[in-house]
């Protein structure tokens, strides 16, 4: 028999022994003895008052054996001589969207402007370290891409567009811990995601499939409506069947070229704001009703904050408990900030986007004659704002919390966890009023919600311009564009994804979709 009950533990009690075993039998009104196993299905901590709570939901098993597979069992065929589809970008839309070509019998042959996620890391610590940006090799684009070098979050709300469950299993059965299955907010760490997607990367290799790093798409060949051939930077041409678009929300040139060729794509709305970074005992304490250190049983503390300001949204995104911030810039004379954060979440630091919902028809009035990309194109000046206000490097301009609000120029900034380093600068004159007026109101209301949030113990710093695609890539139900056979705009690039969950089961829906439509 097996039995699925709801536990509750407090902090005294997480620190017993076989605590859950005790508190099942208690409830389920059974001996010890007769409980074969306790299986946790889901975690979650409850701090909303000083006495905080471990929530559990357990498989309670009576008499009987925990089973020993799982209900999700890949299995890949060789497809080395199968019919191609081809997938441009290789972030979690594009190696899922892989991984399910070879589930069908199809062979994914991929192709990614950036390098593997070895040869990565060189040009990250480029863009720490020297200040130089490599156009196809940075936090955003190259194997895994913006997700690989990210907290790795895996919470999705998007539970209706694909199985969850499944890519969860898939990527535990790629080297993931399990605790993903369990925990209610999961997350697999910047530290452990380039193994994981190593290892999805050698199955994809292993049976059949072709990965092409180094390789960028310039030119779509298209007659009477149907995508024929893709041309590579290095001159040559591909034949193709169908393609997969999955190059993310900062392939820029992709959306520029779509746009010269006139290829329909729309303007789309997003957000964009600053990153705002304490130190993590604040939010610790605020979140944990503690003093001095959280409890060594409890995770670095998170929070979520949203403000409606003058008719719009501002809010947290991206939040990194114990994380970095770090520059995510794609081109040189731009400074874009990101955030990321290891497995065990043990830097002193945490940061969170806050940004602003703008509003594509009533917000780029300016822009206009940029059509579609009107969005894009404020995105570019904002961040060359930043990068001229940070000096010219990818140091980049920041203010104190209270400061900003306040509009005056901070003397001196807090110890920071960006790596090139900041620059004092007026954030609150430098930003567009559209976004700077919202986040000078949003942030004393914050601290109303988070008593001590409102502090000049924060940096705030500039600018988290890359929270989705500003450009949306239409397409018909069969998820074909809606003019170009054989085109599958796919993930965040095409406006149909919000992280790496989303982006994974999108590449899935995509796979199916183009061998369906062959």
């Known amino acids: 028999m097996v039995k699925e009950i709801q536990l509750r533990v407090n902090l005294i009690e997480e620190c017993k022994e076989n605590i859950l075993l005790y508190k099942a039998s208690k409830q389920l009104k059974v001996d010890k003895t007769e409980v074969t196993a306790i299986k946790v299905l889901r975690k979650s ?25 799982s209900d999700y069992i890949f299995e890949y065929k060789d497809v080395s001589n199968a019919k191609e589809i081809q997938i441009i970008g290789f972030g979690p839309a594009g190696m899922y969207a892989a991984l399910r070509c070879i589930e069908l019998g199809y062979k994914p042959i991929v192709l990614e402007r950036g390098k593997n996620v070895r040869d990565r890391r060189r040009d990250l610590k480029a863009i720490n370290q020297d200040h130089v940006v490599n156009e196809n090799s940075n936090y955003c684009f190259g194997e895994g891409g913006a997700g690989t070098y990210s907290d790795g979050k895996l919470y999705t709300r998007s539970l209706k567009r694909g199985d969850v469950r499944r890519i969860f299993e898939n ?28 290892n999805i990367r050698e199955t994809i290799i292993q049976f059949g499939g072709e990965i092409h790093f180094e390789t960028k798409v310039v030119d779509f060949i298209i007659k009477n409506n149907a995508l024929k051939a893709i041309q590579l930077e290095n001159g040559s041409e591909m034949t193709v069947n169908s393609v997969i678009l999955a190059t993310g929300h900062s392939a820029r040139d992709i959306y520029e070229l779509l746009y010269k060729k006139e290829i329909k794509i729309k303007a789309k709305s997003f957000a964009m704001g600053v990153r705002v970074e304490h130190p993590q005992e604040i939010i610790d304490q605020i979140q944990y009703h503690c003093s001095g250190e959280r409890d060594e049983l409890l995770p670095a503390a998170a929070y979520s904050l949203v403000q409606q300001v003058n008719n719009r949204g501002v809010y947290s995104f991206c939040m990194c408990p114990g994380g970095f911030i770090v520059p995510a810039a794609t081109a040189e004379g731009e ?23 703008l509003d594509i028809d009533r917000d780029f009035k300016k822009y206009e004659k940029f059509g579609a990309l009107k969005g894009l194109e404020f995105q570019k000046d904002l961040e060359k704002i930043a990068f001229f206000a940070g000096g010219r490097t990818q140091t980049a301009p920041a203010q104190k919390l209270v400061d900003f609000v306040d509009g005056k120029l901070s003397t001196n900034l807090n110890e920071c966890s960006y790596q090139p380093g900041l620059k004092s600068a007026p954030l609150h004159s430098l930003l567009p009023r ?4 919202r986040l000078r109101k949003g942030f004393p209301e914050f601290g109303k919600k988070m008593h001590g949030y409102f502090t000049n113990e924060a940096n705030i710093v500039g600018v988290e311009s890359r929270t989705s695609s500003p450009v949306n890539i239409p397409r018909k139900e069969n998820l074909e564009h809606v003019e170009i056979k054989g085109l599958y705009p796919c993930g965040e690039g095409g406006g149909y994804a919000g992280g790496i969950v989303s982006a994974a089961m999108d590449g899935e829906r995509c796979a199916e979709a183009a061998i369906e439509n062959l």
């Open 171 to 198: 990527l535990v059965f790629h080297g993931a811990t399990e605790q993903i299955l369990v925990d209610a907010h999961p997350h697999i760490g910047t530290n452990k995601l380039p193994k994981i997607i190593q």
């Open 434 to 437: 559209i976004i700077g007026s």
């Open 45 to 69: 901590i409850d701090a909303r008052k000083k006495d905080i709570i471990f929530n559990y939901k357990v498989a309670v098993y009576i008499n009987e054996a925990v089973p020993k597979k």
């Open 335 to 357: 400074v874009v900030v990101n955030g990321m954060s290891p497995s065990r979440r043990n830097n002193k630091f945490a940061n969170s986007g806050i940004v602003v919902e």
